[in-house]
């Protein structure tokens, strides 16, 4: 009996110092402190909005670069973004960025690189972080690109994220549609809006800021992002009713004039013919009701028009 009670009078001398507050434990926002996030391509639209959206919640971010000396890396250090030097064809300068990082963000560029060098980074980058033990890999690919669409710049992303799941990595793969930022603002204010549509077929867009947000909402939120892969759009409209929203924004008469068919590939190339031709007939698929229950404030193409400065004085 004694030894019962010896025992019990331990068991409840452990019980109540665990009901005790402890010195040490972290708060929701000191944990993202300590959670360091590498984002690559943060000088450019992508990776800085994925930057700036995690600096603003409280992470640690590391932002690699090829050039910290660079106005755009400067611009991030003076927000208290650690820069770190570092190039996807350099695996040693990424195994030093990753290192001590628990989640990274990926984005490669097809236009800088072509098919081989952009699948090459992207998998360099994802081995790497395979590798450094990173707990949670957030992966920018392009909307639909598992679907078969025969574009090269899709079929490059899809690439990459098959290598991604094949390591075992746990990832997130984010998959954008159309850039909201991708209109030419010169010649939208002169009056044209100049694509290669049908008139009345519906396109895809998204704002790059949404991109950061719902990478952000990936890495605060683990439990529902892991293994997840998601198309994200903020609006979907035709070429008539984007001159529509374009004219009442810009308080300047816009029209809507499409590139003949015939002279699209002699013109703009056979990759972005093939793209064109594919979103005539077939397009993006994203659920925008559904994401925008997810990001009540996923901006609308008129809504990122007067947020940019687009509405007339």
């Given amino acids: 009996m004694r030894l019962l009670r010896f025992l019990a009078s331990i068991l409840?001398?452990?019980?109540?110092?665990?009901?005790?507050p402890q010195d040490n434990a972290s708060s929701p926002s000191e944990e993202r402190e300590r959670r360091i996030v590498l984002v690559s391509g943060a000088t450019g639209r992508q990776g800085g909005a994925v930057a700036r959206e995690l600096i603003g919640r409280g992470y640690h971010v590391r932002a690699l670069t090829r050039n910290p000396a660079s106005d755009r890396a400067q611009a991030l250090a003076a927000l208290g973004i650690e820069l770190v030097k570092g190039d996807f064809e350099d695996r040693k300068s990424l195994d030093r960025a990753l290192r001590g990082a628990h989640g990274a963000f990926s984005v490669q560029d097809f236009w800088e690189h072509d098919y081989e060098g952009e699948v090459r980074q992207g998998?360099?980058?994802?081995?790497?972080?395979?590798?450094a033990g990173i707990r949670h890999l957030v992966y920018s690919s392009v909307g639909s690109a598992g679907k078969k669409t025969g574009i090269p710049h899709f079929e490059s992303k899809f690439e990459i994220e098959e290598?991604?799941?094949?390591?075992?990595l746990d990832y997130t793969i984010l998959r954008p549609v159309s850039f909201m930022e991708g209109w030419d603002r010169e010649q939208i204010l002169a009056g044209r809006l100049v694509h290669a549509l049908d008139p009345e077929v519906p396109q895809q867009y998204i704002a790059v800021q949404d991109i950061g947000t719902f990478a952000a909402m990936a890495f605060e939120h683990p439990g529902g992002w892991l293994g997840r892969e998601l198309d994200i759009a903020g609006d979907e409209l035709t070429m008539t009713e984007l001159a529509a929203i374009f004219s009442r924004v810009t308080g300047k008469t816009v029209t809507y004039e499409q590139v003949p068919w015939s002279e699209l590939e002699p013109g703009w190339g056979a990759e972005l013919?093939?793209?064109?031709?594919?979103?005539?007939?077939?397009g993006y698929s994203a659920d925008?009701?559904?994401?925008?229950?997810?990001?009540?404030?996923?901006?609308?193409?008129?809504?990122?028009?007067?947020?940019?400065g687009w509405a007339a004085d």
Avoid: S, Y
Avoid at 163 to 168: F, S
């Fill in 163 to 168: 290598h991604i799941r094949a390591l075992g």
């Fill in 12 to 20: 409840l001398a452990f019980g109540c110092l665990a009901c005790q």
């Fill in 123 to 131: 998998k360099n980058f994802a081995d790497a972080a395979k590798a």
């Fill in 273 to 282: 013919t093939t793209m064109f031709r594919w979103f005539n007939d077939v």
């Fill in 288 to 308: 925008i009701a559904a994401l925008r229950a997810e990001h009540p404030g996923l901006k609308t193409v008129e809504q990122f028009l007067r947020d940019g």
